[in-house]
């Protein structure tokens, strides 16, 4: 029987923990320390913690810096044959060389697009029709490792980065499994990434999340469902800030930086044309379609974007 030690925090590593459990048997999972959330700041174990739980696995490091020399004894007293390493932290040589047979990461992008770590809010937000995940073998750099299995996806029109992220996990899973099966009969023939189609994917912010009307409607539209529904585009209407989770190309012609109200649609001027904008939600409230929130709107039907 394979020793495998499996790396993730997120909810996008549970799947791929599930799938291995169930195929290999995971022996030790490491993930990120409880953390605080909420308004109550109660202590929650991370959902990939949760999940091990569930599964029976008790053998759960959680380690807070991952070059402290106890953590490397206590990886290599595992002796680990494979470890497979998704949406965790960035791991030393000294911890991925103890793998006998191999570690890998699996990356939700088809490298070497988009190396970072936002690469499902880059694909939307670049327009992409396709994207994939990627399993590839940890070196010194990130994201540069030498590609083991590559497995694509389509991103239907109008997809938001949720949507994607949600269709990406399972295939994540299922791209893990064959990855290990792999290493351990020696089977996958690494392959070299092409540094010169590299792209990066940097972590996104709210802080640059801001809605430019000077863009085309695609940009701006992509844009916003390639934040959705986290950090979040956002835009000043009427003062305040709306945050907008998805939208549509319409055929109208409201001048650029304008917003109009049409039977309860609300409608923005970008550089070439008209968007309108259908989930929003103002301060203090919760997620909405727009036709729900302009309902009861008794402002101005037109005005300026800010």
């Not at 700041?41 to 949760?50: D, G, M, T």
């Not at 490091?61 to 402290?68: F, K």
């Not at 802080?207 to 085309?216: E, P």
Request: hydrophobic share 40%; net charge neutral.
């Amino acid at each position: 029987m394979a020793n495998i030690i499996f790396m993730g925090t997120p909810e996008f590593a549970v799947p791929s923990l599930q799938a291995l459990h169930r195929e290999f048997g995971v022996q030790t999972v490491v993930t990120a320390p409880d953390k605080p959330r909420g308004r109550g700041l109660e202590v929650h174990p991370s959902e990939v913690k949760s999940a091990a739980l569930e599964l029976g696995i008790t053998d759960i490091l959680q380690p807070t810096s991952l070059r402290d020399e106890e953590f490397r004894q206590q990886i290599a007293d595992r002796a680990p044959d494979i470890m497979c390493v998704i949406a965790f932290r960035i791991l030393p040589k000294s911890i991925y060389t103890i793998a006998c047979k191999g570690a890998f990461n699996v990356h939700a992008s088809l490298l070497p697009r988009f190396r970072g770590a936002a690469p499902i809010n880059h694909a939307i937000m670049s327009g992409d029709a396709e994207t994939g995940v990627t399993s590839f073998l940890l070196n010194d750099v990130v994201d540069t490792g030498t590609i083991l299995l590559q497995q694509r996806c389509a991103i239907d029109d109008g997809m938001t980065a949720g949507e994607l992220y949600a269709r990406l996990m399972p295939l994540a899973a299922e791209c893990a499994v064959a990855t290990t099966r792999g290493l351990l009969d020696a089977t996958l023939t690494p392959l070299p990434q092409n540094d010169a189609r590299a792209t990066p994917a940097p972590k996104v912010f709210r802080t640059t999340s801001a809605i430019d009307l000077t863009q085309s409607r695609h940009v701006v539209r992509n844009m916003i469902h390639g934040l959705s529904p986290t950090p979040c585009a956002w835009i000043t209407w009427n003062g305040q800030l709306l945050k907008v989770y998805h939208a549509t190309l319409t055929d109208g012609a409201t001048p650029m930086g304008t917003w109009r109200i049409d039977a309860h649609q609300l409608l923005i001027g970008c550089a070439d044309g008209e968007l309108r904008f259908d989930e929003i939600q103002l301060p203090g409230k919760r997620r909405m379609s727009a036709v729900d929130v302009l309902r009861g709107y008794r402002g101005d039907q037109s005005g300026l974007c800010t």
